[in-house]
């Protein structure tokens, strides 16, 4: 089996800072994909930077809620509906995918959500659950996609992992990338103007995905950078390869 790998960039729409680091990586670096926040202002601005770069797949981060931390303890920045009501979260994912379409002018080629709030249920069946009816994957639901989050810049209760955001981090996950399809996240910024346990970090991971080592790294290791939107296709190529074994 080929080793692939989706690089998908959270938060973007979210400020013009993370769209420039989105941007840049994508155009300079080994971005691939990018998921779309669509209740931000600057999410139409993103949203036109994708359909003029038709190579970047872009799909929806299902905004609830974030939460921050400081001295040790966890609160809401905001919450947009309350992840305990199903009816509520229900109603939010189908206001935010039809947001998704307007701003795009098609489906996401995936759906995944802020700080992984779809982990958890019922927020994960609710998800699951619309996304099927879509034929979207869900990250961290689609047994041919195993999702990497290693490269972050932060452990629990914030406290700061910078050795996890360098090049020889990075290098040392794509040397040891396993067979199969791997979607590895990140959060990328040009510019610290969203609100946000995670900052500084965001402007590192611009730097270490827009690295030359890093490309030289995925063409050593023989990596081929795909996308969600491939996701159709390879699966099709490997079932049609079994089907011959």
């Given at each position: 089996m080929t080793r692939r790998l989706i690089v998908n960039a959270d938060d973007f729409g979210q400020s013009k800072g993370i769209n420039r680091g989105v941007a840049q990586c994508h155009e300079m670096g080994i971005l691939t994909s990018a998921s779309l926040m669509v209740r931000w202002p600057d999410a139409p601005a993103a949203a036109e930077?994708?359909?003029?770069?038709?190579?970047?797949?872009?799909?929806?981060?299902?905004?609830?809620?974030?939460?921050?931390?400081?001295?040790?303890?966890?609160?809401p920045l905001y919450e947009v509906v309350s992840l305990d009501d199903e009816v509520a979260v229900r109603e939010e994912i189908d206001r935010q995918l039809t947001s998704f379409r307007a701003l795009m002018g098609c489906d996401p080629t995936h759906v995944d959500s802020h700080q992984h709030a779809h982990q958890a249920e019922p927020v994960r069946r609710a998800v699951i659950e619309a996304a099927s009816r879509c034929g979207i994957p869900v990250r961290g639901c689609h047994p041919a996609v195993r999702y990497m989050g290693d490269f972050y810049g932060q452990g629990k209760n914030g406290v700061p992992l910078h050795d996890t955001i360098t090049v020889e981090y990075l290098t040392t996950l794509l040397d040891a990338l396993p067979q199969g399809i791997t979607e590895l996240g990140c959060h990328p910024a040009l510019g610290l103007d969203v609100q946000s346990i995670y900052l500084i970090d965001r402007e590192r991971e611009v730097a270490v995905l827009c690295d030359e080592r890093i490309r030289a790294a995925v063409n050593r290791q023989n990596i081929e950078l795909v996308s969600f939107r491939d996701l159709p296709a390879l699966l099709a190529a490997n079932a049609a390869t079994d089907s011959h074994v």
């Open positions: 930077y994708a359909r003029a770069h038709a190579d970047l797949a872009v799909g929806l981060h299902l905004d609830f809620c974030e939460w921050t931390c400081e001295t040790g303890r966890w609160f």
